[in-house]
């Protein structure tokens, strides 16, 4: 794929299981759910927010772990609990006046694909199930929960040639 494609993303679309965390989730004695985010990918969202691409959360579960890490990155646009995710990118593009190719999203799993097949780039995290990969315009080097995300938003921000003085502001 050509960074053209990537150079006109808008916004920037997440699954959370499988890919702002590895996977893995944790219940407590009392029943509470624990997940892991990894922030570096923090990071690279905040970044993106900076540079002024939005990003939001696509996924079908529920928790108040993610609600409360969404919270701390600033993130507004969560669409949780939700089964057919394809079917939610007409509201998304209503609600942010975005056509499709403006539209990246980071999948790792099947529930991921009817929203894959339907935005501007589609991307897989490294360990994402087989269909997800075969279907994807990207697949990242690294495995969801453990920077996936960040190497995305830095393609990203590359494609936009923002990457170089974001780094250089750093030094």
Do not use: W
Request: proline share 1%; charged share 25%; aromatic share 2%.
């Amino acid at each position: 794929m050509n960074d053209s494609k990537l150079e006109c993303i808008k916004l920037l679309l997440l699954d959370v299981d499988g890919v702002l965390t590895s996977g893995q989730i944790i219940y407590s004695g009392k029943n509470i759910e624990t997940k892991m985010f990894n922030v570096r990918d923090g990071l690279g969202i905040r970044l993106l927010q900076t540079a002024g691409i939005k990003v939001g959360i696509v996924t079908g579960r529920t928790s108040a772990a993610l609600l409360n890490r969404c919270n701390d990155l600033g993130i507004t646009m969560i669409y949780d609990g939700i089964k057919s995710k394809g079917e939610i990118l007409d509201s998304i593009l209503s609600a942010t006046h975005l056509q499709t190719q403006d539209v990246a999203f980071v999948g790792d799993d099947l529930p991921d694909l009817s929203l894959m097949k339907r935005v501007g780039v589609s991307i897989a995290v490294g360990d994402a199930h087989e269909a997800v990969k075969k279907n994807a315009d990207i697949i990242t080097h690294r495995n969801g929960g453990e920077g996936a995300v960040r190497e995305v938003c830095e393609m990203i921000l590359d494609a936009k040639n923002m990457l170089k003085k974001i780094i250089e502001t750093c030094l």
